[in-house]
């Protein structure tokens, strides 16, 4: 079965630093490209950040850049995304979501269940 | 930044009426659109991708067309199971921007 599994979300103080990792099964995990995507509560989906198959092109929405940072273990079939510097804005469900393809063109095919990130005091 | 514009933001029906969403993109994106449904406390799922190709295992009464800046996402005859939020979504550039949703809710 193909499946995508997020973990390391929790409650963390504005300023705070988290890692969030997603753990995929059931297909090849080098062939594919890979997005975050998050929702915030009550509200839409946004595309933060995807890795292409071959490791060499990452992306970041603006509101994140400089600050997340995307990363992938082939090797160990792992998706991590590093969030550093949080704020408040950065609640959300956070989907680990893989591409159709290994390109950076592509539609997310597979979505995991989240993880909720909480930035508070 | 390609900004997609759905509407309406809520579409009430009557369950076996048909459903038709609108996405506008800012600008041109070719064919590259991808539809996708989420329902309460669920991780969405593709529906369309290329504009009008329906993903594995997704039922025919769910259609897409359109291309450039104006797609369509059709329902044709709704059932229970169908009452979701629904949203667009642009691959064409690497900053990929979804719409802000339709609510189908029944009427």
């Known amino acids: 079965e193909v499946q995508l599994v997020e973990s390391g979300g929790g409650l963390v103080k504005p300023g705070g630093s988290l890692r969030l990792s997603c753990a995929a099964s059931?297909?090849?995990?080098?062939?594919?490209?890979f997005n975050w995507v998050r929702q915030a509560p009550g509200k839409g989906l946004e595309w933060v950040s995807s890795i292409n198959s071959g490791n060499a092109y990452m992306y970041y929405v603006d509101s994140v850049r400089g600050r997340f940072t995307i990363s992938r273990d082939n090797a160990k079939s792992s998706l991590d995304l590093q969030m550093d510097s949080l704020r408040a804005d950065d609640t959300a469900v956070y989907y680990c979501?893989?591409?159709?393809?290994?390109?950076?063109?592509?539609?997310?095919?597979?979505w995991g269940q989240g993880t909720l990130v909480t930035v508070s005091s | 930044e390609i900004v997609m514009t759905q509407s309406p933001a809520t579409l009430s029906v009557s369950p076996g009426e048909r459903a038709t969403l609108s996405c506008r993109a800012s600008?041109?994106?070719?064919?590259?659109l991808a539809w996708y449904q989420q329902k309460p406390g669920q991780a969405p799922r593709l529906l369309i991708y290329?504009?009008?190709t329906r993903a594995t295992g997704v039922p025919a009464r769910f259609s897409g067309s359109g291309s450039g800046t104006e797609f369509t996402l059709t329902i044709s005859s709704l059932q229970s199971e169908d009452f979701a939020v629904y949203y667009c979504q642009q691959y064409s550039n690497w900053l990929r921007t979804f719409g802000q949703g339709t609510k189908v809710e029944i009427k």
């Open positions: 600008q041109s994106v070719s064919i590259k």
């Open positions: 059931g297909f090849t995990f080098s062939h594919y490209s």
């Open positions: 290329g504009a009008s």
């Open positions: 979501a893989r591409a159709s393809t290994g390109g950076n063109y592509d539609p997310i095919d597979i």
